[in-house]
């Protein structure tokens, strides 16, 4: 297929406003090109996508509410360490114009054969695409992956998505209407993404959970010590296929995630799981592949924590595994794995450990104060947290979700809070009637002044482990960009 004149220009153009936008005016640049791009061109999203499909590249697309960065960036990094040449959005920019940006800007000048009439060569051996849920529709068809992994379906920003059935519903009737024989990686344990694939003819890849995973004493610790969630975590009150209410059995005591679920109504119901994880020795994880013997395991220690880390882990190696990619480097690239701002970013600042968890949704958010704050020791020595909740058009319009997260479970656990952005009371308001004191929270409007005071309150904690907590919304964390990077 011949590479047209028009879109060897737009490349050139493209990486032209990049380089202005990157170095002389130290902004990020993958979105804007793209979104001036398609107002001059309305046809370019079809003519890039319409190049790839010819050319038989790989496309691995990464869906879903909560770890689709961390999980994409987990295959991406893993297949440039085996030596592939990967095209990825991994800053996250996962709307059509930073998916669109990311395919145009994997070119170079030296790609275009500019004075040429050359056949269109795309200069990487595969794509891997983290795609928002809204999108997932728009872009999927036009892409035809080779793979779809699905990390979870919770409720988010409902002002855009409306409710998360809807949005379940769309992404397996897109799937379904694929003419190519996609494969689909799916949580064994998450009812909604579980659903995606039921009664669907495509190849399936199950990841989830051994139950050895979980401990089964009151106390409900996996082999790491790792204090459990005590409630399941899912959206999923009733079946997604017919509406009923949907059984959930707990192998273990009030473990955090489904390893039983079903419908007696319509048989929907969990699948065996094809790819597990469970603990070692020495916090080691280790994955078995269903009917492997001890030999086919892998292990290795994951440099990120918390069980919803694990379950990214999982995912990706689903399908690093199924496209052959040796264990050695997977290990490696796992053990080694360096995580974008925001996404359980961690950074230290002379004498300070700086942590920072995106926050945008109860699930996410309940997580995330598991790990930071559900140590049964912490109590001991309890965390100090800087919030930024705001409510502009990318973080979502309607804050009310705030009311869902179980602050009540960690307010023992939590020492001074700092909070700022647009919504500032909404939050303080949501925490005393969490029961925490008025005394350990200040309100600061001023985002980096409130920066400096969390620095204030650590500094002045009589501790070598000086540890601080940040957790914003979408725009607040990338206004945090420029005091920590």
């Known amino acids: 297929m011949l590479f047209r004149k028009k879109n060897k220009a737009e490349i050139v153009l493209y990486i032209f406003l990049k380089f202005v936008l990157n170095k002389i005016l130290r902004r990020e640049g993958d979105v804007l090109p793209a979104y001036i791009l398609k107002k001059i061109d309305k046809d370019i999203f079809d003519d890039f996508t319409e190049y790839i499909t010819s050319s038989d590249i790989p496309v691995i697309i990464v869906t879903g509410t909560n770890g689709k960065t961390t999980t994409a960036n987990l295959i991406a990094q893993t297949l440039k360490l085996a030596g592939k040449r990967v095209c990825s959005n991994l800053n996250g920019a996962n709307m059509s114009n930073g998916i669109l940006g990311a395919l145009i800007g994997a070119f170079k000048f030296s790609d275009l054969g500019l004075f040429e009439n050359t056949f269109f060569k795309f200069p990487s051996d595969y794509i891997v695409i983290e795609s928002d849920e809204k999108v997932f529709p728009f872009v999927v068809p036009k892409l035809k992956p080779y793979a779809v992994v699905i990390t ?3 409720r988010d920003q409902l002002d855009r998505y409306g409710e998360v059935n809807s949005t379940v519903s769309e992404i397996k009737k897109t799937i379904k209407n694929l003419s190519c024989d996609t494969l689909l990686v799916l949580p064994s344990f998450e009812p909604l993404a579980s659903f995606v694939g039921y009664g669907l003819k495509n190849r399936k890849i199950y990841y989830g959970f051994n139950k050895f995973f979980f401990g089964n004493d009151d106390t409900v610790k996996n082999k790491a010590g790792m204090r459990l969630t005590e409630t399941a975590i899912t959206d999923a009150l009733t079946c997604p296929g017919c509406g009923a209410l949907l059984l959930i059995e707990n192998e273990l005591n009030k473990n955090a995630l489904l390893l039983n679920f079903k419908c007696e109504k319509c048989g929907f119901t969990n699948c065996n799981t094809d790819v597990l994880a469970n603990y070692n020795s020495h916090d080691e994880i280790k994955i078995q592949l269903h009917n492997e013997t001890d030999d086919g395991d892998f292990v290795f220690k994951p440099v990120l924590t918390g ?27 796992f053990e080694n794995f360096e995580t974008k701002f925001g996404r359980s970013f961690k950074k230290q600042i002379k004498d300070f450990e700086i ?6 949704n109860p699930a996410g958010f309940n997580r995330v104060l598991e790990k930071i704050a559900g140590n049964s020791n912490a109590c001991a020595n309890p965390v100090n947290i800087l919030f930024a909740l705001s409510d502009r058009d990318a973080d979502g319009r309607d804050v009310s979700w ?43 409007h001023n ?6 005071k969390i620095f204030q309150i650590v500094g002045g904690v ?17 206004r945090l960009k420029k005091y920590i990077i």
């Open 152 to 154: 979870n379906f919770y």
């Open 307 to 333: 069980n919803y880390n694990i379950a990214n882990y999982l995912a990706a190696y689903s399908v690093l595994n199924n496209i052959k990619i040796d264990r050695d480097i997977i290990k490696h690239s």
């Open 355 to 360: 942590n920072i968890d995106l926050v945008k």
């Open 402 to 444: 705030i009311w869902d997260v179980e602050f009540e479970k960690y307010v023992k656990n939590i020492g001074k809070i700092v909070i700022t952005g647009l919504r500032p009371f909404d939050l303080a308001v949501r925490l005393r009637t969490a029961g925490l004191d008025k005394n350990n929270i200040t309100v600061e």
């Open 447 to 452: 985002l980096k002044k409130a920066f400096k």
């Open 462 to 478: 009589k501790s070598s482990d000086k540890k601080i907590y940040i957790l914003p919304t979408y725009t607040e964390l990338l």
